[in-house]
């Protein structure tokens, strides 16, 4: 079974510049999620999406970060303009819905993204 | 708010022998779930073992077992038998039972270094 997709895996880009990154969750999971790992700290939740709807993106600095997930499948989360405090591991995961005793979320290999 | 803390930041061990690494939580809620994750260098975060607080009994899995306990909410990773493999970051995450929301809570991880 083909895990979590992500692309790219690196991006280095300067300050002001916009970004785009590029999640396939598993087949099937209706739920997917976007972190952000900083250097020294663990994943910090972005979005979560359940099918094309957002459940929670509460911590999404929406002056600057946006996430679209038209079709229920594939994700896009994107940052523009890019500030250096931006520079991060930018993580893709994804489960079957909350609540039906299946919580694992499998992530995928992340995009580390460098803003100069 | 939930927190997760992980106090060690570096752990070592040497290969055959047995390691733990130590979590604590705070919440307010009686059932939720508690997982570590593994981190190898540059590669994707995968579960190593997952506890429902409603569970007494604790979560082994081959080499790796837990000690939950739930009055002190602390959630400790037991390696076994450690093998050069084993080298990673650990994450300790948390996560509310029910609910739409299935947003991981982390700690901020442990790097463990398998000496042979």
């Not at chain 2, 570096?10 to 055959?16: G, H, L, N, P």
Request: one cysteine or more; aromatic letters at 12%; charged letters at 20%.
């Amino acid at each position: 079974e083909a895990g979590v997709a992500q692309s790219p895996r690196y991006k280095i880009i300067e300050k002001r510049q916009s970004v785009a990154f590029w999640c396939n969750p598993i087949s099937g999971h209706a739920t997917l999620y976007w972190y952000q790992q900083i250097l020294g700290q663990g994943p910090k939740l972005l979005i979560q999406f359940q099918n094309n709807g957002v459940v929670d993106d509460s911590q999404l600095p929406k002056d600057r970060f946006s996430a679209e997930r038209l079709k229920g499948v594939d994700s896009t989360l994107k940052i523009q303009p890019a500030k250096l405090e931006d520079s991060a591991v930018y993580l893709c995961a994804s489960s079957f819905p909350p609540g039906l005793g299946q919580e694992t979320q499998y992530f995928g290999p992340g995009t580390r993204l460098l803003v100069l | 708010a939930q927190t997760v803390t992980q106090s060690q930041p570096e752990m070592s061990v040497q290969e055959a022998e047995t390691v733990t690494l130590s979590c604590t939580y705070d919440t307010s809620e009686n059932n939720y779930y508690l997982f570590w994750y593994k981190q190898p260098p540059s590669r994707q975060m995968i579960l190593v073992i997952r506890q429902e607080a409603y569970k007494q009994q604790n979560a082994t899995e081959n080499r790796f077992s837990v000690n939950f306990q739930k009055a002190a909410k602390s959630f400790s990773l037991k390696i076994s038998d450690s093998q050069l493999g084993d080298t990673a970051m650990y994450f300790c995450a948390f996560r509310n039972y029910g609910g739409s929301q299935g947003n991981l809570i982390f700690g901020k991880g442990t790097k463990l270094s398998v000496k042979p």
